[in-house]
């Protein structure tokens, strides 16, 4: 198989996933709301209380602080709320008689499954400029150039990219529809127990060490440096290289269970 | 030499699930531009074959080569040589008719030009213009297939395999697609399906080939296979059980239906035959009585002793 030919395919694959996201909206929508209804909540029903609390403000901050907090943490949840909506389709994919059909012709392999990555990525780009605009909307101001946020968005979909192989994974290795839509929850808590709603520093010694060194803190101080306008540190490259471990992890698994031979 | 080479060559193809065989020693060669059906009752395993011949499922052993290349060692040659299309539908419900074709046409890697041509030929021809841009989803059975056909011919392969492909389908569908796979043949195509009607491989395959248990049990011609069976049958409907059980007891060679209270007699095909059959009825207990050309199920019970499994009940694509 020519490299010509592979992209070729992943490209008709990815024309395919964009007709399917198209003819069946509703699942984008909620994937999309999800993120927003987060940012309402926790601006308007936890943000007067948390803002309180931001280190760095004199005499403690408000809600307009907490949101300046919180947005990279939302953009970071809008990227892993698309990343389990593709789960969801790739199982649903995998049930249906033309991948059968796929697999007895002479194209990729997995061009099937890089068009949904691809897709994913797409519409988190869509989705991410959406839930930025209604963060500023609510008065969200960084001090980020083009350049922060030109940054900020590319990051976000390397990061899609890499979690969405290991969804595409999780949908591949679901029994059922519905086991698919339950595995990639904990992509939805673990940014809860990082750096995103609260300062590490806040919790208690255990989970805080936890919170410090799983991958997606590194991930959101780097989105919130960029956005906000600050200095990015050495969290700049622990975040991309947790990204391009998820990535190969990610896409390693899902060519292994996509390539095995059925048993039927 | 490469014109005369098989099609498809099958030598020792087994496959088993645990302690269950599906196929027991498959052998078979198909000749380039004919027709082979492999007919069979459910679980005689003929999914399974066109299965392995696709590159779906690897067998456990055997030497299988289609259209000359090794299905384990190059299934790339071969899937670029074949078109399948499967007893359950594969087309993509979401999309409409025309972006179903035009991803065939794409992923056969035609240019732009080739595949617009193309698209707009295959609905046409397979009457799907009016549907063309209304989503799969909304098709009725009979367009599904006639789609579903349509997308494994768009790339003109030159070895097609239909697995059971008028399963569910009614008499005009039916006689619809034989039309499509004749014109086919026309152009040069082999063709491999299987089904369970001996009437739908005596009116398209060249050859036959009877899969019983894994193996071929008979291979022929339609005419040859039917000289194995030649008198058909005659069905005698009773008035009551006690009339079946003496009918019966005088031809042991017949099959029993207890409950519709019917026996069926293999007959030789001749008029002393049929005579002998009705001279040892008594005319008082019979209810009514067919004579009826060789079926599947007669053709089953002169070369295996035994009548087919009844199909369990029929699974219809949707």
Same mark, same amino acid.
């Given at each position: 198989?020519?490299?010509?030919?592979?992209?070729?395919?992943?490209? /008709?694959?990815?024309?395919?996933?964009?007709?399917?996201?198209?003819?069946?909206?509703?699942?984008?929508?909620?994937?999309?709301? +999800?993120?927003?209804?987060?940012?309402?909540?926790?601006?308007?029903?936890?943000?007067?209380?948390?803002?309180?609390?931001?280190?760095?403000?004199?005499?403690?901050?408000?809600?307009? %602080?907490?949101?300046?907090?919180?947005?990279?943490?939302?953009?970071?949840?809008?990227?892993?709320?698309?990343?389990?909506?593709?789960?969801?389709?790739?199982?649903?994919?995998?049930?249906?008689?033309?991948?059968?059909?796929?697999?007895?012709?002479?194209?990729?392999?997995?061009?099937?499954?890089?068009?949904?990555?691809?897709?994913?990525?797409?519409?988190?780009?869509?989705?991410?400029?959406?839930?930025?605009?209604?963060?500023?909307?609510?008065? !969200?101001?960084?001090?980020?150039?083009?350049?922060?946020?030109?940054?900020?968005?590319?990051?976000?979909?390397?990061?899609? !990219?890499?979690?969405?192989?290991?969804?595409?994974?999780?949908?591949?290795?679901?029994?059922?529809?519905?086991?698919?839509?339950?595995?990639?929850?904990?992509?939805?808590?673990?940014?809860?127990?990082? $750096?995103?709603?609260?300062?590490?520093?806040?919790?208690?010694?255990?989970?805080?060490?936890?919170?410090?060194?799983?991958?997606?803190?590194?991930?959101?101080?780097?989105?919130?440096?960029?956005? /906000?306008?600050?200095?990015?540190?050495?969290?700049?490259?622990?975040?991309?290289?947790?990204?391009?471990?998820?990535?190969?992890?990610?896409?390693?698994? $899902?060519?292994?269970?996509?390539?095995?031979?059925?048993?039927? | 030499?490469?014109?005369?080479?098989?099609?498809?060559?099958?030598?020792?193809?087994?496959?088993?699930?645990?302690?269950?065989?599906?196929?027991?020693?498959?052998?078979?060669?198909?000749?380039?531009?004919?027709?082979?059906?492999?007919?069979?009752?459910?679980?005689?395993?003929?999914?399974?074959?066109?299965?392995?011949?696709?590159?779906?499922?690897?067998?456990?052993?055997?030497?299988?080569?289609?259209?000359?290349?090794?299905?384990?060692?190059?299934?790339?040659?071969?899937?670029?040589?074949?078109?399948?299309?499967?007893?359950?539908?594969?087309?993509?419900?979401?999309?409409?008719?025309?972006?179903?074709?035009?991803?065939?046409?794409?992923?056969?890697?035609?240019?732009?030009?080739?595949?617009?041509?193309?698209?707009?030929?295959?609905?046409?021809?397979?009457?799907?213009?009016?549907?063309?841009?209304?989503?799969?989803?909304?098709?009725?059975?009979?367009?599904?297939?006639?789609?579903?056909?349509?997308?494994?011919?768009?790339?003109?392969?030159?070895?097609?395999?239909?697995?059971?492909? /008028?399963?569910?389908? %009614?008499?005009?569908?039916?006689?619809?697609?034989?039309?499509?796979?004749?014109?086919?043949?026309?152009?040069?195509?082999?063709?491999?399906?299987?089904?369970?009607?001996?009437?739908?491989?005596?009116?398209?395959? %060249?050859?036959?080939?009877?899969?019983?248990?894994?193996?071929?049990?008979?291979?022929?011609?339609?005419?040859?296979?039917?000289?194995?069976?030649?008198?058909?049958?005659? $069905?005698?409907?009773?008035?009551?059980?006690?009339?079946?059980?003496?009918? $019966?007891?005088?031809?042991?060679?017949?099959?029993?239906?207890?409950?519709?209270?019917?026996? +069926?007699?293999?007959?030789?095909?001749?008029?002393?035959?049929?005579?002998?059959?009705?001279?040892?009825?008594?005319?008082?207990?019979?209810?009514?009585?067919?004579?009826?050309?060789?079926?599947?199920?007669?053709?089953?019970?002169?070369?295996?002793?035994?009548?087919?499994?009844?199909?369990?009940?029929?699974?219809?694509?949707?």
């Amino acid at each position: 198989m020519s490299t010509a030919h592979t992209v070729r395919d992943s490209a /008709t694959m990815l024309k395919r996933n964009l007709l399917h996201v198209r003819r069946y909206p509703s699942l984008s929508i909620m994937l999309i709301a +999800q993120p927003i209804l987060f940012l309402l909540l926790f601006v308007y029903v936890f943000g007067g209380t948390l803002g309180a609390g931001l280190p760095g403000q004199d005499g403690g901050g408000d809600r307009g %602080d907490y949101l300046v907090f919180i947005t990279p943490g939302i953009l970071f949840l809008t990227v892993t709320s698309v990343a389990l909506g593709t789960a969801i389709s790739t199982a649903t994919d995998m049930t249906t008689g033309i991948i059968a059909r796929f697999r007895t012709m002479n194209i990729a392999r997995l061009s099937v499954l890089t068009g949904h990555v691809l897709g994913a990525v797409i519409r988190t780009g869509c989705a991410v400029v959406i839930v930025a605009a209604f963060a500023f909307g609510l008065g !969200f101001r960084g001090d980020a150039g083009p350049l922060g946020w030109l940054g900020a968005v590319g990051l976000l979909m390397l990061i899609a !990219f890499s979690l969405t192989w290991l969804t595409v994974g999780m949908g591949l290795a679901a029994d059922s529809v519905e086991t698919a839509s339950n595995t990639p929850l904990f992509l939805m808590i673990l940014p809860f127990v990082s $750096s995103s709603f609260v300062p590490t520093d806040a919790m208690p010694a255990g989970l805080r060490q936890f919170a410090e060194h799983q991958p997606f803190t590194p991930m959101i101080n780097t989105l919130r440096a960029l956005v /906000t306008g600050a200095h990015t540190d050495s969290d700049l490259w622990f975040a991309l290289g947790w990204s391009a471990l998820i990535a190969l992890a990610g896409y390693l698994w $899902s060519r292994r269970l996509f390539l095995r031979v059925p048993a039927t | 030499m490469t014109a005369t080479r098989p099609a498809i060559e099958v030598f020792g193809l087994t496959k088993s699930y645990g302690d269950h065989t599906v196929l027991d020693g498959l052998d078979l060669t198909v000749a380039p531009g004919t027709v082979y059906a492999l007919l069979g009752p459910n679980g005689a395993g003929k999914t399974t074959v066109v299965n392995i011949l696709s590159t779906l499922l690897a067998p456990d052993d055997g030497e299988i080569r289609v259209a000359g290349f090794d299905v384990r060692r190059e299934p790339a040659g071969a899937r670029a040589a074949i078109g399948v299309t499967g007893q359950f539908s594969a087309i993509d419900e979401l999309l409409t008719g025309r972006e179903n074709l035009r991803l065939m046409a794409d992923l056969a890697h035609l240019d732009r030009a080739t595949a617009t041509t193309a698209v707009t030929v295959m609905l046409a021809r397979f009457d799907l213009v009016d549907a063309a841009d209304r989503r799969a989803q909304t098709y009725s059975g009979g367009m599904k297939r006639r789609l579903d056909l349509a997308m494994t011919l768009i790339a003109r392969p030159r070895l097609i395999f239909l697995d059971e492909p /008028t399963a569910g389908l %009614d008499p005009r569908s039916r006689r619809d697609l034989w039309a499509i796979v004749r014109e086919q043949v026309a152009d040069g195509v082999t063709v491999l399906l299987t089904t369970q009607y001996l009437e739908e491989a005596d009116q398209l395959a %060249d050859r036959i080939g009877v899969l019983d248990r894994g193996r071929l049990v008979a291979e022929g011609t339609a005419a040859e296979l039917k000289r194995r069976v030649p008198g058909g049958h005659v $069905s005698v409907q009773f008035t009551d059980a006690a009339g079946l059980s003496v009918a $019966s007891a005088a031809h042991p060679q017949a099959s029993t239906d207890a409950e519709t209270l019917t026996l +069926q007699i293999p007959g030789d095909g001749s008029i002393a035959g049929l005579r002998r059959v009705l001279h040892g009825l008594d005319d008082a207990a019979v209810a009514g009585l067919t004579v009826g050309a060789a079926d599947l199920d007669d053709v089953f019970l002169a070369l295996t002793g035994r009548a087919a499994e009844a199909p369990a009940a029929e699974e219809v694509p949707a």
